[in-house]
C-alpha cells in the first residue's frame, strides 16, 4: 500500500480505536485512492488526506423531553459538520437507538463524497439522535424533535447548515423540527431544512428520489454493461423511505420485486410485492412487514433469527440493501453469488461490508457503491434548497429530470475516473476517486483552513 496512505489509515486507527464504523468508511475510500496518489506528491504536500480524516466542528448535546407518562427522559443529539468546502453543511438526521459518535463520522465522512459526486454546490454532514421513534406517540415525538431543535438551532441555517431525513427521520419528523426552528426564529427560512411536505415549501419527487436515484443508476450501470433492468427478479432490503421508492422504479423499469424487510424479518412474494400494501403497514400504520401477510397469505414472511437478514438467501438477479450499514457480509455476498446475482445496488449507507464488495468484484458482479448510487436524495433535496431560494415550484417531472440527469451524470464520472485509473468496471474506486479529486482541488484552493 502507498506509504502516505498507510500512515493515514494508521493514524486515523490510533485517534479514534473505539469507532469501527468510521474507521471502516476512512479504510474504504483511502485504500481504493492509490492509483491517483501515487500519480502526485501534491495531496500529501497539502496534507489532503489529514483533513479529510479530520471533521470541521463536532456538536454534541443533552436533549431532555418528557414521555406521555410523565416521566423524564434523556438523550444525546449530535451534528458532525464534516466540510463546507463545496457549500453549506448538508446532510441528513438520523435517530435510532444505535446512533453514536461512530455512526455519525462515518455518515458525515460519506456524505462529503457523495455530495460532490452531485456537482451541486453543497458541503457535507450527519446528525442525529440515539432516540427510538419506534412505538413513541406523535405528541411523545413531536416533543422530542422540539427539544432537538432547541439546541440545534443556532447551529444550523440555510447558508450555514441543512439538515434533511435519514433513519427514523421522515415527514412528520422533519415538520415538527421546522415548526420549532420557525418559532425560536421569528422568520421563514425554509431552505434551513429538506424533506420538507410540499404544503410549507418541499420539493416535489423529494420523497421519491433516493429510491428513484438509486434505479437511475443501476439503469445507466447495467446499459454499460449491455443489460437492463427489463424483467429482472430484485430483492430489497428495508421497507423505509429508500426501499420503497427503489421498489416503485424497479417494477416502473420492467422489473418484478419479490423481497423486502424490516429489522425482524423479510417477505417474500413470488408474484411480485403489492407496493400498496407495503406503504400501508410502514407509512400509515407504521406496523411490522410481517403484516403483509394479512392481506397475502401465499406469501411468505422469514423471522430474522441470527444477525443475517434472511433476505439474502433469497434467489435474486439483483439485490438492494437499502436498510442500514453492514447489512450484507461476506456469508451474504457467497449465498448471492452462488444464487446467481448479476448486480448489486447500495440505496443505504455502507450497507455492504468491505470484504463482501471484495467479492462481489472478484466474482464480476456489478457493484453500485452507496456514495454514488444513493446520492438522488441529497441532489432532490439540493434543488429543494434552490426552488426555497427562488421561491418558485417545480413540477414532479421537472424534478424527476432534473434527478435522472443527476444520476446519469454520477455514473458517467465513476465510470470515467475508473476508465482512467485502468480499473474499468470497478465504480467503487471510481466514485472514490472522482469525488476525492473535486475535494482535493477545493481544499488547494481554498489555502490551508
Ligand atoms: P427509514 O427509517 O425510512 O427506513 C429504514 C429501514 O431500514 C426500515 O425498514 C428499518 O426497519 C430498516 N432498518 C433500520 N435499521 C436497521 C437495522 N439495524 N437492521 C435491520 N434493518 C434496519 O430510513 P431510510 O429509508 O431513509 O434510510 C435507509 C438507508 O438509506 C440508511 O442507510 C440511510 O442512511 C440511507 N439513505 C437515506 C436517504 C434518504 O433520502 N432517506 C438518502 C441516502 C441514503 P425497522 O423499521 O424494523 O427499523
Same mark, same amino acid.
Given at each position: 500500500?502507498?506509504?502516505?496512505?498507510?500512515?493515514?489509515?494508521?493514524?486515523?486507527?490510533?485517534? $479514534?480505536?473505539? @469507532?469501527?464504523?468510521?474507521?471502516?468508511?476512512?479504510?474504504?475510500?483511502?485504500?481504493?485512492?492509490?492509483?491517483?496518489?501515487?500519480?502526485?506528491?501534491?495531496?500529501?504536500?497539502?496534507?489532503?488526506?489529514?483533513?479529510?480524516?479530520?471533521?470541521?466542528?463536532?456538536?454534541?448535546?443533552?436533549?431532555?423531553?418528557?414521555?406521555?407518562?410523565?416521566?423524564? @427522559?434523556?438523550?444525546?443529539?449530535?451534528?458532525? @459538520?464534516?466540510?463546507?468546502?463545496?457549500?453549506?453543511?448538508?446532510?441528513?438526521?438520523?435517530?435510532?437507538?444505535?446512533?453514536?459518535?461512530?455512526?455519525?463520522?462515518?455518515?458525515?465522512?460519506?456524505?462529503?463524497?457523495?455530495?460532490?459526486?452531485?456537482? %451541486?454546490?453543497?458541503?457535507?454532514?450527519? *446528525?442525529?439522535?440515539?432516540?427510538?421513534?419506534?412505538?413513541?406517540?406523535?405528541?411523545?415525538?413531536?416533543?422530542?424533535?422540539?427539544?432537538?431543535?432547541?439546541?440545534?438551532?443556532?447551529?444550523?441555517?440555510?447558508?450555514?447548515?441543512?439538515?434533511?431525513?435519514?433513519?427514523?427521520?421522515?415527514?412528520?419528523?422533519?415538520?415538527?423540527?421546522?415548526?420549532?426552528?420557525?418559532?425560536?426564529? $421569528?422568520? !421563514?427560512?425554509?431552505?434551513?431544512?429538506?424533506?420538507?411536505?410540499?404544503?410549507?415549501?418541499?420539493?416535489?419527487?423529494?420523497? =421519491?428520489?433516493? *429510491? !428513484?436515484?438509486?434505479?437511475?443508476?443501476?439503469?445507466?450501470?447495467?446499459?454499460?454493461?449491455?443489460?437492463?433492468?427489463?424483467?429482472?427478479?430484485?430483492?430489497?432490503?428495508?421497507?423505509?423511505?429508500?426501499?420503497?421508492?427503489?421498489?416503485?422504479?424497479?417494477? @416502473?423499469? *420492467?422489473?418484478?420485486?419479490?423481497?423486502?424487510?424490516?429489522?425482524?424479518?423479510?417477505?417474500?412474494?413470488?408474484?411480485?410485492?403489492?407496493?400498496?400494501?407495503?406503504?400501508?403497514?410502514? =407509512?400509515?400504520?407504521?406496523?411490522?412487514?410481517?403484516?403483509?401477510?394479512?392481506?397475502?397469505?401465499?406469501?411468505?414472511?422469514? =423471522?430474522?433469527?441470527?444477525?443475517?437478514?434472511?433476505?439474502?438467501?433469497?434467489?435474486?438477479?439483483?439485490?438492494?440493501?437499502?436498510?442500514?450499514?453492514?447489512?450484507?457480509?461476506? =456469508?451474504?455476498?457467497?449465498?448471492?453469488?452462488?444464487?446467481?446475482?448479476?448486480?448489486?445496488?447500495?440505496?443505504?449507507?455502507?450497507?455492504?461490508?468491505?470484504?463482501?464488495?471484495? !467479492?462481489?468484484?472478484? $466474482?464480476?458482479?456489478?457493484?453500485?457503491?452507496?456514495?454514488?448510487?444513493?446520492?438522488?436524495?441529497?441532489?432532490?433535496?439540493?434543488?429543494?434548497?434552490?426552488?426555497?431560494?427562488?421561491?418558485? !415550484?417545480?413540477?414532479?417531472?421537472?424534478?424527476?429530470?432534473?434527478?435522472?440527469?443527476?444520476?446519469?451524470?454520477?455514473?458517467?464520472?465513476?465510470?470515467?475516473?475508473?476508465?482512467?485509473?485502468?480499473?474499468?468496471?470497478?465504480?467503487?474506486?471510481?466514485?472514490?476517486?472522482?469525488?476525492?479529486?473535486?475535494?482535493?482541488?477545493?481544499?488547494?484552493?481554498?489555502? %490551508?483552513?
Amino acid at each position: 500500500m502507498n506509504s502516505y496512505i498507510e500512515r493515514i489509515i494508521k493514524e486515523a486507527e490510533k485517534k $479514534n480505536n473505539n @469507532q469501527p464504523e468510521y474507521i471502516q468508511a476512512v479504510k474504504e475510500v483511502l485504500t481504493s485512492l492509490e492509483p491517483i496518489i501515487n500519480l502526485n506528491n501534491k495531496y500529501e504536500k497539502n496534507a489532503i488526506l489529514e483533513r479529510m480524516v479530520e471533521p470541521e466542528r463536532i456538536i454534541m448535546f443533552r436533549v431532555p423531553w418528557v414521555d406521555d407518562s410523565g416521566k423524564i @427522559q434523556i438523550n444525546r443529539g449530535y451534528r458532525v @459538520q464534516y466540510s463546507s468546502l463545496i457549500g453549506p453543511y448538508k446532510g441528513g438526521l438520523r435517530f435510532h437507538p444505535s446512533v453514536n459518535l461512530s455512526v455519525m463520522k462515518f455518515l458525515g465522512f460519506e456524505q462529503i463524497f457523495k455530495n460532490a459526486l452531485t456537482g %451541486l454546490p453543497i458541503g457535507g454532514a450527519k *446528525g442525529g439522535s440515539d432516540f427510538n421513534p419506534k412505538g413513541k406517540s406523535d405528541n411523545e415525538v413531536m416533543r422530542f424533535c422540539q427539544s432537538f431543535m432547541t439546541e440545534l438551532y443556532r447551529h444550523i441555517g440555510q447558508d450555514v447548515d441543512v439538515p434533511a431525513g435519514d433513519i427514523g427521520v421522515g415527514g412528520r419528523e422533519i415538520g415538527y423540527l421546522f415548526g420549532q426552528y420557525k418559532r425560536i426564529k $421569528n422568520a !421563514y427560512e425554509g431552505g434551513v431544512l429538506t424533506g420538507k411536505s410540499v404544503c410549507y415549501g418541499g420539493s416535489l419527487a423529494r420523497t =421519491e428520489a433516493t *429510491g !428513484y436515484g438509486l434505479l437511475f443508476y443501476m439503469r445507466e450501470m447495467l446499459k454499460q454493461h449491455d443489460n437492463s433492468m427489463q424483467g429482472k427478479i430484485v430483492t430489497i432490503s428495508g421497507s423505509g423511505n429508500v426501499a420503497i421508492y427503489a421498489a416503485q422504479k424497479a417494477f @416502473q423499469m *420492467g422489473a418484478t420485486v419479490v423481497a423486502m424487510s424490516d429489522s425482524n424479518g423479510c417477505i417474500y412474494d413470488e408474484n411480485g410485492i403489492d407496493l400498496d400494501c407495503v406503504k400501508e403497514i410502514k =407509512e400509515v400504520k407504521r406496523g411490522r412487514i410481517k403484516e403483509y401477510l394479512e392481506c397475502h397469505q401465499d406469501a411468505r414472511y422469514f =423471522e430474522k433469527t441470527g444477525n443475517n437478514s434472511p433476505i439474502w438467501g433469497i434467489k435474486t438477479d439483483i439485490a438492494l440493501p437499502c436498510a442500514t450499514q453492514n447489512e450484507l457480509t461476506l =456469508e451474504d455476498a457467497k449465498q448471492l453469488v452462488a444464487n446467481g446475482v448479476i448486480a448489486v445496488g447500495e440505496g443505504a449507507n455502507m450497507p455492504t461490508t468491505m470484504d463482501a464488495i471484495e !467479492y462481489f468484484l472478484s $466474482n464480476d458482479v456489478l457493484f453500485a457503491p452507496a456514495k454514488a448510487a444513493n446520492a438522488g436524495g441529497v441532489a432532490t433535496s439540493a434543488i429543494e434548497m434552490s426552488q426555497n431560494s427562488m421561491r418558485y !415550484y417545480y413540477t414532479f417531472e421537472e424534478v424527476e429530470k432534473k434527478l435522472d440527469t443527476i444520476m446519469t451524470n454520477i455514473f458517467k464520472e465513476c465510470k470515467d475516473a475508473a476508465d482512467e485509473a485502468g480499473i474499468s468496471g470497478n465504480y467503487v474506486a471510481g466514485a472514490n476517486i472522482a469525488a476525492f479529486k473535486k475535494l482535493a482541488e477545493a481544499m488547494i484552493a481554498q489555502g %490551508l483552513v
